[in-house]
């Protein structure tokens, strides 16, 4: 490279990270300019270049990519360096940073830094030089100020480096290096970061306060990755901000266990700012979380508690660094994290124990009273009584402090009395703040966090925390009622102003209530040790209000014929009380409904048991009527939602939910099938009944409506039980495809026929999802074969370019010819199979010919405007192909175009689409490479019947398609070049007209096979490692098909290498090729697979690029 060259690749780097054009030079775009620049990515002969841009270059840009390419170029051509050249980049690396470092731009250094790293990982044990990194770094901490935040970067960038693994090295190449540096170097690391703090806390390092700062950001972060280290191999879950126990080494307890290793963070958090004060609190949360045998015995580990509990109740007294809201939050993980790492026993054996109860509790009240700033950091304060109290059990009362569960008694009441009166509150002033106020009820995420922590809280002291429940409920229910008698048939927005503000007040006010019953009610244990406590008579007594509640609402909504509606609000947390209370009180249906049993001809009386008497109790205490009543109570409020919320999507969505899980328990579905709103659903399922059924944005729910009546329908006795029997049940649908049958081509495409189409279509999805066996299934068919089957391809020839219509219609088929649990099963002499695999060949031709001459969308979604339509249509055929219902020799037999038009029109729309499209949309690409296996698999002589040019076309695809990302569409690639090369294997050299065929092909291109081989080991060797299970399946069959093309790979491979790599090479080549024999039987490939893997792995340790 020269000083013109050097100035080009400025000049595109500029394009590329301004977007602006190059001065003086041509105009390129930013795409051109780094499609130029990732060449200097292409090759280890471009690593001169990098480092002359490195040496020579001004510009901090041309400096990035410099640094970029190389860790690129280090990461994927490491073989290709000897031991030396290694030492050598490094060096020069570090050199370059220690020469030029404090000068550069931040994201260029830290682009130097993560090259040094990945070095010094890759070269861990190649020479002792790479594990020396931390010391060669200290030198940096011992220079300048500059230097020295040089040196943390470094040392922060090395820690994650070797804590997280690398793509393209296995996951056991990975474990040995981490567990070498943990054991070598991290606790070195780790004292570095907290000798830098105390350097800075006692000001021995001079620094200007940016600094300052910057250091002490950079020493913080560094002590959080050492702590957070993965010691033994977890491999936590980064995305939970849960913290699990900290596995630090033996070698580290002189330190974690020193009183002034806490004192130093705790100092830097009371007397610094965010970030780094939060980033200080962090350490001591992941301090506090050390694993136990740490300790050498338990009076060590209680003083360490002592002194963290006496720095939280410092804290607390002086409210320290609690105004900013990441601190406050820090501090709150901190409250959590302490009970679940250390047991209550110890806790209340600390000096102090009731001191630290008492500003606890004082905290918690204080945050849940300031609701508005602390919305994400209650559920940990909760989290932290939940686990107290959950813990008392378990723990002797006379043990440690005296009084100790009198106090935590009386102080999770105050929580909780605080908690209610908090929310409640809050309602008001939300709705006084005209919007400049967030809506905790609105923030589902943490909504549910805290419903999850409350139940275990309040049954601690349940009678005392009904009551409070209680009497918050009871005088609002009665105002409600009041405005209710008030405001009768008319809606809410209608009333007088001040009045509407007060209902609004009231149903949040009863959101909230209703939320926090249902937590309570689902969190009842059935468990031996907690039933028999009456604590069902308190649920009974928080049900009857909900219930009542709900009874209420209902009777508005059916007077004023849904004009009388409360907040959607309500509504949703209604729902979450009856998921509690059906997941809690309705699974023991059956047994108590039969008391008694049968024995000989004599009834005999069984007793009872607890479970039942508690059940039994339960309901009558609520006073509400038996279980039936209750459930019909429910059921009802589900019709009324349906009925009467038809535009409120959130609304019938989980209303739906409620239904399906309701139908699908075991007790829960045969008690539905008692209830009278049960029967009315089954025989009234249509939009005139249900408007929400006719709203375009619903159209999916009317699948899951309609599966869950026809599960309910066909299980047991269910037609007998529901008064209906499946033909009733689905005379509205008939009758309307009758309707719509007798339509002539222009009414059919008329905007009067779309939506009873596409609700047509969606119902009889929703049927053909519950029909789980042959009967069924049967039952359906027969209605629709052959009266209704041609409304089907006239649907798709008329509306193929309507997504909505189209996919509506395509879903059902798809699920209607979809073979599952062997259902599509006819009798033998049945020509049932033949017919239905015509009428799904009539709509994929109808849909695939119109499709195919359509004018392609210039604008707008084009997966959704045609490439959806595409893929449901291959995955019908995919499913028909599949099915095992139909014998397709016969189509041939007596000349039925059937099968030949759905492979032609089939393979149309496969190849017709850009192969770069079908990559880019998974559910595209899974269609379209499913179809090729199974043509491949099962119709391999159509298949070699197409033209070469066809041929050749679908054999590019199944090579691109090998090399994706995506395990299952590479998965299928290879096999389809396995049932390919398998066929040719079996099969040349005999007079068949398929063989001839695939002979002419490969004629016409005779690197077939030799293309493929290379593709599938070069994937074998240097691919991702989710491919290698998938790529290894053909390798045997092609290897037999084609053993030139495998010598031809094997040569050229050994021609890249050097002397030395060739022996090693082709040793591990004859290895591979011992003990395998020349046939594809099962047990020959698993021992060729087994083989494959032990070459991948022994020559990966040595081969070059």
């Given at each position: 490279?020269?000083?013109?060259?050097?100035?080009?690749?400025?000049?595109?780097?500029?394009?590329?990270?301004?977007?602006?054009?190059?001065?003086?030079?041509?105009?390129?775009?930013?795409?051109?300019?780094?499609?130029?620049?990732?060449?200097?990515?292409?090759?280890?002969?471009?690593?001169?270049?990098?480092?002359?841009?490195?040496?020579?270059?001004?510009?901090?840009?041309?400096?990035?990519?410099?640094?970029?390419?190389?860790?690129?170029?280090?990461?994927?051509?490491?073989?290709?360096?000897?031991?030396?050249?290694?030492?050598?980049?490094?060096?020069?690396?570090?050199?370059?940073?220690?020469?030029?470092?404090?000068?550069?731009?931040?994201?260029?250094?830290?682009?130097?830094?993560?090259?040094?790293?990945?070095?010094?990982?890759?070269?861990?044990?190649?020479?002792?030089?790479?594990?020396?990194?931390?010391?060669?770094?200290?030198?940096?901490?011992?220079?300048?100020?500059?230097?020295?935040?040089?040196?943390?970067?470094?040392?922060?960038?090395?820690?994650?480096?070797?804590?997280?693994?690398?793509?393209?090295?296995?996951?056991?190449?990975?474990?040995?290096?981490?567990?070498?540096?943990?054991?070598?170097?991290?606790?070195?690391?780790?004292?570095?970061?907290?000798?830098?703090?105390?350097?800075?806390?006692?000001?021995?390092?001079?620094?200007?306060?940016?600094?300052?700062?910057?250091?002490?950001?950079?020493?913080?972060?560094?002590?959080?990755?050492?702590?957070?280290?993965?010691?033994?191999?977890?491999?936590?879950?980064?995305?939970?901000?849960?913290?699990?126990?900290?596995?630090?080494?033996?070698?580290?307890?002189?330190?974690?266990?020193?009183?002034?290793?806490?004192?130093?963070?705790?100092?830097?958090?009371?007397?610094?700012?965010?970030?780094?004060?939060?980033?200080?609190?962090?350490?001591?949360?992941?301090?506090?979380?050390?694993?136990?045998?740490?300790?050498?015995?338990?009076?060590?580990?209680?003083?360490?508690?002592?002194?963290?509990?006496?720095?939280?109740?410092?804290?607390?007294?002086?409210?320290?660094?609690?105004?900013?809201?990441?601190?406050?939050?820090?501090?709150?993980?901190?409250?959590?994290?302490?009970?679940?790492?250390?047991?209550?026993?110890?806790?209340?054996?600390?000096?102090?124990?009731?001191?630290?109860?008492?500003?606890?509790?004082?905290?918690?009240?204080?945050?849940?009273?300031?609701?508005?700033?602390?919305?994400?950091?209650?559920?940990?304060?909760?989290?932290?009584?939940?686990?107290?109290?959950?813990?008392?059990?378990?723990?002797?009362?006379?043990?440690?402090?005296?009084?100790?569960?009198?106090?935590?008694?009386?102080?999770?009441?105050?929580?909780?009395?605080?908690?209610?009166?908090?929310?409640?509150?809050?309602?008001?002033?939300?709705?006084?703040?005209?919007?400049?106020?967030?809506?905790?009820?609105?923030?589902?995420?943490?909504?549910?966090?805290?419903?999850?922590?409350?139940?275990?809280?309040?049954?601690?002291?349940?009678?005392?925390?009904?009551?409070?429940?209680?009497?918050?409920?009871?005088?609002?229910?009665?105002?409600?009622?009041?405005?209710?008698?008030?405001?009768?048939?008319?809606?809410?927005?209608?009333?007088?102003?001040?009045?509407?503000?007060?209902?609004?007040?009231?149903?949040?006010?009863?959101?909230?209530?209703?939320?926090?019953?249902?937590?309570?009610?689902?969190?009842?244990?059935?468990?031996?040790?907690?039933?028999?406590?009456?604590?069902?008579?308190?649920?009974?007594?928080?049900?009857?209000?909900?219930?009542?509640?709900?009874?209420?609402?209902?009777?508005?909504?059916?007077?004023?014929?849904?004009?009388?509606?409360?907040?959607?609000?309500?509504?949703?947390?209604?729902?979450?009380?009856?998921?509690?209370?059906?997941?809690?009180?309705?699974?023991?249906?059956?047994?108590?409904?039969?008391?008694?049993?049968?024995?000989?001809?004599?009834?005999?009386?069984?007793?009872?048991?607890?479970?039942?008497?508690?059940?039994?109790?339960?309901?009558?205490?609520?006073?509400?009527?038996?279980?039936?009543?209750?459930?019909?109570?429910?059921?009802?409020?589900?019709?009324?939602?349906?009925?009467?919320?038809?535009?409120?999507?959130?609304?019938v969505s989980k209303t739906l939910d409620l239904l399906t899980d309701m139908a699908g328990g075991?007790?829960?579905?045969?008690?539905?099938?008692?209830?009278?709103?049960?029967?009315?659903?089954?025989?009234?399922?249509?939009?005139?009944?249900?408007?929400?059924?006719?709203?375009?944005?619903?159209?999916?729910?009317?699948?899951?409506?309609?599966?869950?009546?026809?599960?309910?329908?066909?299980?047991?006795?269910?037609?007998?039980?529901?008064?209906?029997?499946?033909?009733?049940?689905?005379?509205?649908?008939?009758?309307?495809?009758?309707?719509?049958?007798?339509?002539?081509?222009?009414?059919?495409?008329?905007?009067?026929?779309?939506?009873?189409?596409?609700?047509?279509?969606?119902?009889?999805?929703?049927?053909?999802?519950?029909?789980?066996?042959?009967?069924?299934?049967?039952?359906?068919?027969?209605?629709?074969?052959?009266?209704?089957?041609?409304?089907?391809?006239?649907?798709?020839?008329?509306?193929?370019?309507?997504?909505?219509?189209?996919?509506?219609?395509?879903?059902?088929?798809?699920?209607?010819?979809?073979?599952?649990?062997?259902?599509?099963?006819?009798?033998?002499?049945?020509?049932?199979?033949?017919?239905?695999?015509?009428?799904?060949?009539?709509?994929?031709?109808?849909?695939?010919?119109?499709?195919?001459?359509?004018?392609?969308?210039?604008?707008?979604?084009?997966?959704?405007?045609?490439?959806?339509?595409?893929?449901?249509?291959?995955?019908?055929?995919?499913?028909?192909?599949?099915?095992?219902?139909?014998?397709?020799?016969?189509?041939?037999?007596?000349?039925?175009?059937?099968?030949?038009?759905?492979?032609?029109?089939?393979?149309?729309?496969?190849?017709?689409?850009?192969?770069?499209?079908?990559?880019?949309?998974?559910?595209?690409?899974?269609?379209?490479?499913?179809?090729?296996?199974?043509?491949?698999?099962?119709?391999?002589?159509?298949?070699?019947?197409?033209?070469?040019?066809?041929?050749?076309?679908?054999?590019?695809?199944?090579?691109?398609?090998?090399?994706?990302?995506?395990?299952?569409?590479?998965?299928?690639?290879?096999?389809?070049?396995?049932?390919?090369?398998?066929?040719?294997?079996?099969?040349?050299?005999?007079?068949?007209?398929?063989?001839?065929?695939?002979?002419?092909?490969?004629?016409?291109?005779?690197?077939?096979?030799?293309?493929?081989?290379?593709?599938?080991?070069?994937?074998?060797?240097?691919?991702?490692?989710?491919?290698?299970?998938?790529?290894?399946?053909?390798?045997?069959?092609?290897?037999?098909?084609?053993?030139?093309?495998?010598?031809?790979?094997?040569?050229?491979?050994?021609?890249?290498?050097?002397?030395?790599?060739?022996?090693?090479?082709?040793?591990?080549?004859?290895k591979l090729l011992s003990d395998v024999n020349r046939s594809l039987e099962s047990s020959n490939?698993?021992?060729?697979?087994?083989?494959?893997?032990?070459?991948?792995?022994?020559?990966?340790?040595?081969?070059?690029?």
């Open positions: 490279m020269d000083d013109t060259q050097l100035a080009q690749v400025e000049s595109l780097c500029e394009t590329l990270y301004t977007g602006l054009p190059s001065s003086g030079g041509e105009k390129i775009s930013r795409e051109e300019a780094q499609s130029r620049l990732l060449s200097l990515q292409s090759s280890a002969s471009f690593i001169p270049q990098c480092q002359y841009i490195l040496d020579r270059s001004q510009s901090q840009y041309a400096l990035l990519v410099a640094s970029n390419s190389l860790t690129e170029l280090i990461s994927s051509h490491w073989n290709n360096f000897t031991i030396a050249q290694r030492i050598d980049i490094r060096n020069y690396v570090l050199g370059y940073l220690a020469n030029n470092g404090p000068t550069l731009q931040d994201f260029v250094t830290l682009s130097l830094i993560k090259l040094v790293c990945r070095i010094t990982k890759l070269g861990w044990f190649d020479d002792s030089t790479h594990r020396e990194l931390t010391d060669d770094v200290t030198k940096f901490l011992q220079a300048t100020v500059d230097h020295c935040i040089l040196g943390l970067k470094i040392l922060n960038q090395l820690v994650d480096e070797l804590n997280i693994p690398t793509t393209g090295r296995t996951l056991t190449q990975h474990r040995k290096t981490s567990v070498s540096f943990r054991d070598l170097c991290l606790f070195k690391v780790f004292q570095l970061g907290l000798t830098t703090l105390k350097q800075l806390q006692t000001r021995a390092i001079t620094a200007d306060h940016r600094q300052e700062v910057i250091l002490g950001e950079q020493a913080l972060s560094l002590t959080v990755r050492c702590l957070n280290f993965d010691f033994i191999g977890t491999n936590p879950d980064e995305s939970t901000e849960d913290v699990g126990t900290i596995q630090a080494p033996t070698n580290w307890r002189p330190v974690l266990q020193d009183p002034g290793t806490t004192e130093l963070l705790l100092d830097f958090y009371a007397n610094t700012e965010p970030p780094r004060s939060n980033k200080a609190m962090e350490a001591v949360i992941l301090i506090c979380s050390v694993r136990r045998s740490l300790f050498p015995s338990d009076k060590e580990r209680e003083a360490f508690l002592g002194r963290i509990m006496a720095g939280i109740r410092e804290l607390l007294k002086n409210q320290t660094g609690l105004q900013h809201q990441d601190n406050y939050h820090q501090f709150c993980r901190l409250l959590g994290r302490l009970k679940a790492n250390y047991q209550l026993s110890e806790l209340v054996k600390t000096e102090g124990y009731l001191d630290w109860l008492d500003l606890a509790a004082s905290f918690t009240t204080q945050s849940i009273r300031n609701w508005q700033y602390s919305t994400n950091s209650i559920h940990y304060l909760l989290a932290l009584w939940g686990r107290l109290v959950a813990a008392v059990p378990y723990v002797r009362p006379d043990s440690g402090a005296k009084g100790h569960v009198q106090a935590l008694e009386n102080h999770v009441l105050n929580v909780i009395e605080c908690y209610v009166e908090s929310m409640l509150g809050s309602v008001e002033t939300v709705l006084r703040s005209d919007g400049a106020l967030e809506d905790p009820l609105e923030d589902d995420g943490s909504l549910m966090e805290q419903m999850d922590r409350l139940p275990t809280i309040c049954r601690f002291q349940y009678n005392s925390v009904a009551t409070i429940i209680l009497a918050k409920f009871d005088p609002l229910m009665e105002k409600y009622r009041e405005l209710m008698s008030h405001l009768m048939t008319s809606s809410t927005e209608s009333a007088p102003p001040n009045v509407a503000q007060q209902v609004n007040i009231l149903e949040g006010q009863l959101t909230w209530l209703t939320y926090v019953c249902g937590a309570i009610v689902g969190g009842h244990s059935w468990s031996s040790s907690r039933i028999g406590n009456g604590e069902e008579t308190l649920d009974a007594s928080l049900s009857k209000r909900v219930l009542q509640l709900a009874q209420g609402m209902d009777f508005r909504l059916t007077n004023s014929n849904g004009v009388g509606k409360a907040d959607v609000k309500l509504e949703m947390a209604m729902l979450y009380y009856f998921q509690n209370f059906r997941r809690v009180y309705m699974f023991m249906w059956e047994s108590s409904n039969s008391d008694s049993m049968s024995m000989g001809g004599m009834k005999l009386e069984s007793v009872p048991s607890t479970k039942q008497k508690v059940y039994q109790n339960m309901f009558e205490n609520m006073g509400l009527g038996n279980h039936t009543v209750v459930a019909n109570l429910i059921v009802t409020k589900i019709g009324k939602n349906l009925k009467f919320w038809p535009d409120e999507h959130e609304i075991y007790s829960s579905s045969k008690l539905l099938l008692t209830l009278d709103t049960v029967k009315y659903l089954a025989s009234h399922h249509t939009h005139e009944e249900f408007p929400f059924l006719n709203v375009l944005s619903n159209a999916r729910k009317r699948t899951t409506f309609h599966a869950i009546l026809v599960r309910l329908l066909l299980s047991p006795n269910g037609q007998e039980k529901l008064g209906v029997t499946f033909d009733q049940f689905m005379e509205p649908i008939i009758e309307t495809m009758s309707q719509l049958g007798a339509l002539d081509a222009t009414q059919l495409r008329s905007e009067a026929a779309r939506m009873p189409l596409i609700g047509v279509f969606r119902d009889l999805r929703g049927v053909t999802m519950s029909l789980h066996n042959r009967r069924s299934y049967g039952m359906l068919f027969d209605m629709l074969e052959p009266r209704h089957m041609p409304l089907l391809s006239r649907v798709a020839d008329s509306w193929f370019d309507q997504p909505d219509v189209m996919i509506s219609l395509l879903r059902f088929v798809q699920e209607f010819c979809h073979n599952k649990a062997n259902r599509v099963n006819f009798d033998q002499s049945s020509p049932n199979g033949i017919l239905l695999f015509r009428a799904t060949s009539d709509v994929v031709c109808a849909f695939g010919r119109r499709a195919l001459n359509a004018t392609a969308p210039t604008s707008g979604d084009i997966y959704k405007s045609k490439y959806k339509g595409m893929s449901l249509a291959l995955s019908i055929i995919n499913s028909a192909l599949g099915g095992n219902y139909v014998c397709f020799g016969v189509f041939a037999l007596y000349n039925d175009p059937a099968l030949e038009n759905a492979l032609d029109i089939s393979l149309k729309m496969a190849l017709g689409i850009p192969l770069e499209h079908v990559v880019a949309y998974p559910k595209l690409s899974s269609s379209v490479f499913g179809f090729i296996e199974i043509i491949f698999r099962n119709h391999i002589k159509t298949t070699l019947a197409l033209d070469t040019s066809v041929f050749m076309q679908l054999m590019n695809a199944v090579h691109e398609g090998l090399q994706s990302s995506d395990a299952q569409i590479s998965s299928m690639c290879a096999n389809s070049i396995d049932h390919l090369a398998t066929f040719y294997y079996e099969n040349s050299g005999k007079d068949k007209p398929e063989v001839h065929n695939f002979n002419n092909h490969l004629a016409a291109q005779p690197d077939l096979f030799s293309s493929l081989t290379a593709t599938l080991f070069n994937l074998l060797l240097f691919g991702p490692p989710q491919n290698h299970w998938a790529v290894m399946r053909p390798m045997l069959s092609l290897m037999l098909a084609s053993e030139s093309s495998f010598t031809a790979y094997k040569d050229h491979l050994m021609s890249t290498q050097d002397s030395t790599n060739q022996a090693l090479l082709n040793e591990s080549f004859n490939r698993d021992r060729f697979t087994q083989k494959l893997t032990a070459f991948r792995v022994s020559t990966r340790g040595f081969l070059t690029l």
